[in-house]
């Protein structure tokens, strides 16, 4: 994969760069890494398998409005913030540091549709004309202590016809912080009880 020397008119990476070349702009790298990073995108193997996976999902979709749930780095809000489908992206995540650092390289890009707040899902306040037509909680959602409350949360800020995809381990990763294990059954379970209908699961 190689990144083109020409940028978009929102001023970030074009359109076909790979999938996390943003993740370059980080204040930690050495030059040489974010050579590599720009070239190449995100390098760590589960990443890109998820990407594979997940990618042609919004590619068909197109949402305009998109809600990240536990964005950590950003990967998936600056590969959607690139598309002109996408008018608005907002990434929430509890750590400020990494929402800090997100804000800074979105600034440097000069990205104006993308927003970062600091905030617990799904006890953060959202404006009451918030509404998003997808809503990603990639590796985010076996963290969340109120799971049942959280897709509720969900439901209620969900356009009509909006999607939702998640991504979770189905066993954890065996981290203290996790609170749940996500399986078929289970998310099954959470999508009925907040009125959401299932249209595509697999492992």
């Not at 042609?56 to 690139?82: I, K």
């Amino acid at each position: 994969l190689a990144v083109a020397a020409n940028r978009n008119r929102q001023g970030c990476l074009p359109v076909d760069a790979p999938f996390g070349a943003e993740y370059s702009y980080r204040s930690r790298w050495k030059w040489y890494e974010r050579a590599m990073t720009r070239s190449f995108g995100a390098f760590d193997l589960p990443t890109r398998q998820r990407a594979r996976v997940i990618l042609p999902h919004l590619r068909t979709n197109r949402p305009a409005r998109v809600l990240d749930v536990g964005c950590g780095v950003g990967h998936w809000a600056f590969w959607l913030a690139r598309h002109g489908w996408t008018e608005r992206v907002l990434g929430i995540d509890p750590i400020n540091d990494r929402i800090e650092e997100n804000r800074r390289v979105a600034s440097r890009l000069g990205i104006d549709k993308l927003e970062f707040r600091t905030g617990h899902f799904p006890d953060m306040e959202f404006a009451p004309t918030d509404q998003f037509d997808g809503i990603l909680g990639i590796e985010s959602l076996q963290y969340i202590r109120d799971i049942d409350a959280a897709f509720h949360r969900i439901r209620a800020l969900l356009a009509p016809r909006g999607i939702v995809i998640v991504h979770v381990p189905v066993l954890g990763y065996w981290r203290e912080w996790e609170k749940h294990c996500l399986d078929s059954d289970r998310l099954r379970e959470l999508c009925r009880a907040a009125g959401l209908r299932v249209l595509h699961l697999r492992r």
